[in-house]
């Protein structure tokens, strides 16, 4: 722990603890939006794996990829990717190999996560490879586990999961119940690792990141450079300040994040924007994100219950909306996104299921709340499909029609915001409609610049599109006024 400070103290932070919440990070200087608070390699990380998709070992790649031959598991997209991981998938491919077809098939990310930090921890013990104040096993070991809140259902699948790292390990010595605790450790500190554009890659564990404590209204956001985690502050964070991030998709109303955060994190939050609503202005916010719109289409009046629990009653208008009407579209759109809409994904026929998207947005047009959450994520959806099939047109109407959500339900500097304003731009570009591309790449620039940085290949790439964006623009205004 002294090591730790120590460490932190050259980069203006301490770790402190707070009732309540266990350990903080704080801040020892002032810090400014855009600024690097702390940025962290994790201490083990591994690739997502899914039926479509494989990636490198090393930087997550998903192109030329090779089966490392020893183990039949894990890809590699070349010798420099094999190379710099070798001392530790050397004893991986070890135990792996030994594992027969069936069980290699049951070595899942999270799996791997634990053996890796096993054999990690043994490397470091042994000095083969080299151990810092901010990369060590200690860390890891400071972590909540959170063992005495967790349910019985639960307990039983680490216990299970436990098991299966010990089989492949081998390791006569090693403690069940440490490693049943650690997969509780993974579950409320591990991260999600994603791209610049926020799309998922893998899981890392990055020890002093997982310090940083949550809130709704985060002062600081959790990025990432191929595999190096980055906090950045989004806002002025004053000497003395716990330095906060969001753990969640933070669109939702108070119920819904609560309750993600007890499921996943164990805790209650309160956080300004947790406490700050009252009860009333809690319902009214649950009712626009995920209500049901009024009868009237040119009503944007939130809908509740009635009492003699018949409807739903528009508190603007007054306008009833029946309970059974409400059930049928409901049901439809269920039965829809159930059954087609995710297989169609899942096999990758975008066609398919473009089309039922749009049936589902139909309906939740009817259905939803303007403002909706749902309907939000499903124009998201759609926008994705549409681009894939570079139907550009129809892709920026749907993106035009979410950002008035995304202005809604996240802050001004906000990076999924930042990266629908790109979205936009680009579109716009394509379509040849500069001036607004201009102001959208703009918008973008405003803000993924303080939640990216400027100096990765992607904000490059971004910033040499809105030049390139402007002075298309300028000339086209000068060819106009000749
Ligand atoms: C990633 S850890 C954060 C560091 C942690 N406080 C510690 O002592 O190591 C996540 C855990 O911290 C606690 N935590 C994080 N944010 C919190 C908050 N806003 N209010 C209360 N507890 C919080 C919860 O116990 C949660 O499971």
Redesign the pocket.
Same mark, same amino acid.
């Given at each position: 722990m002294e090591d730790l400070q120590s460490a932190l103290k050259d980069r203006n932070m301490t770790v402190s603890?707070i009732a309540?919440?266990?350990? &903080?990070l704080l801040a020892t200087r002032d810090f400014y939006p855009g600024e690097v608070i702390i940025s962290q390699e994790p201490y083990v990380c591994v690739p997502n794996k899914s039926s479509v998709e494989t990636r490198c070992d090393g930087c997550f790649a998903t192109s030329n990829l090779k089966k490392c031959s020893g183990c039949q598991v894990v890809w590699y997209c070349g010798s420099k990717c094999q190379k710099s991981d070798w001392k530790l998938h050397r004893l991986e491919c070890e135990v792996l190999s030994k594992l027969d077809k069936d069980k290699r098939k049951s070595v899942t990310p999270s799996i791997r996560l634990m053996v890796k930090l096993y054999l990690r921890r043994k490397l470091q013990s042994e000095k083969i490879i080299p151990s810092t104040a901010i990369d060590n096993y200690n860390l890891v070991g400071? !972590?909540?586990a959170?063992m005495s809140d967790i349910n019985e259902e639960q307990l039983v699948l680490y216990a299970q999961m436990a098991n299966l790292v010990k089989i492949i390990l081998q390791w006569p010595e090693i403690d069940i119940k440490e490693i049943a605790e650690n997969f509780s450790k993974f579950a409320?500190?591990a991260h999600t690792i994603c791209d610049s554009e926020l799309r998922p890659l893998g899981t890392g564990l990055y020890p002093v990141i997982? #310090? #940083?404590?949550?809130?709704c209204l985060p002062n600081s956001v959790l990025v990432f450079e191929g595999k190096s985690a980055i906090v950045r502050a989004v806002q002025h964070i004053p000497k003395g300040s716990e330095v !906060?991030i969001s753990?969640i998709e933070t669109a939702g109303s108070t119920m819904t994040r609560q309750k993600a !955060?007890k499921d996943q994190? !164990?805790?209650? &939050?309160?956080?300004p924007r947790c406490v700050k609503l009252g009860q009333y202005d809690d319902v009214q916010e649950s009712a626009i994100l995920e209500g049901y719109r009024c009868k009237n289409e040119k009503c944007c009046g939130f809908l509740l219950r009635k009492t003699d629990g018949k409807g739903f009653q528009c508190q603007e208008c007054g306008l009833v909306r029946d309970m059974e009407e409400i059930k049928k579209i409901a049901t439809e759109v269920k039965a829809l996104s159930e059954d087609k809409a995710s297989k169609f994904c899942s096999t990758g026929n975008c066609q398919e299921a473009l089309t039922i998207y749009k049936m589902i947005e139909k309906l939740q047009t009817e259905l939803c709340h303007p403002f909706s959450i749902s309907l939000m994520q499903t124009r998201e959806k759609l926008l994705k499909l549409l681009m894939e099939l570079e139907h550009w047109r129809e892709a920026l109407a749907y993106c035009k029609l979410t950002l008035p959500v995304y202005q809604r339900v996240y802050p001004a500097v906000h990076p999924l915001l930042g990266l629908q304003y790109y979205t936009c731009g680009k579109l716009e570009w394509y379509l040849g409609d500069t001036q607004s591309a201009v102001k959208s790449l703009t918008k973008a620039v405003d803000v993924l610049r303080i939640t990216h940085g400027t100096n990765t290949a992607f904000m490059k790439d971004l910033l040499m599109k809105l030049e390139e964006a402007r002075a298309e623009a300028s000339y086209q205004q000068s060819s106009k006024d000749e």
């Open positions: 603890t309540d919440k266990g350990r &903080c400071a !972590l909540v959170h409320c500190n997982s #310090i #940083i404590n949550h809130s !906060l753990y !955060l994190y !164990l805790f209650t &939050c309160t956080c």
